[in-house]
Nanobody, 122 residues
């Protein structure tokens, strides 16, 4: 099975920065896509940023120019550098991935982490 674990969340003032990390572990054959979603209280979970195995990136309009997604394929990790943070960025941030396992290397599964809290406040 595959497990995703996020880290790096915390409390930061408006205008500050945080770097989130997500580590994938388990019997992984291939990681096709990894990304970040976020969910604020009373809101739907929404895409923040994603990156394909080929390095193609996508961002929600509200974070373009402020957030950067990257990955380390050798370590099975994905990162989200968040700069110029705003109070409206406050949410639980979830890592997700489209991943195949060694047991079924041709079958792609969708996996989610447990989330890490990001709070932007004065």
């Amino acid at each position: 099975q595959v497990q995703l674990v996020e880290s790096g969340g915390g409390l930061v003032q408006p205008g500050g920065s945080l770097r989130l990390s997500c580590a994938a572990s388990g019997t992984i054959s291939n990681i096709y896509y990894m990304g970040w979603y976020r969910q604020a209280p009373g809101k739907q979970r929404a895409l923040v940023a994603g990156i394909s195995s080929g390095g193609t990136t996508t961002y929600v309009d509200s974070v373009k120019g402020r957030f950067t997604i990257s990955r380390d394929n050798g370590k099975n990790m994905v990162f989200l550098q968040m700069n110029s943070l705003k109070p409206e960025d406050t949410a639980v941030y979830y890592c997700d991935g489209i991943i195949s396992t060694l047991q079924t290397p041709t079958s792609r599964g969708h996996y989610w982490g447990q989330g890490t809290q990001v709070t932007v406040s004065s």
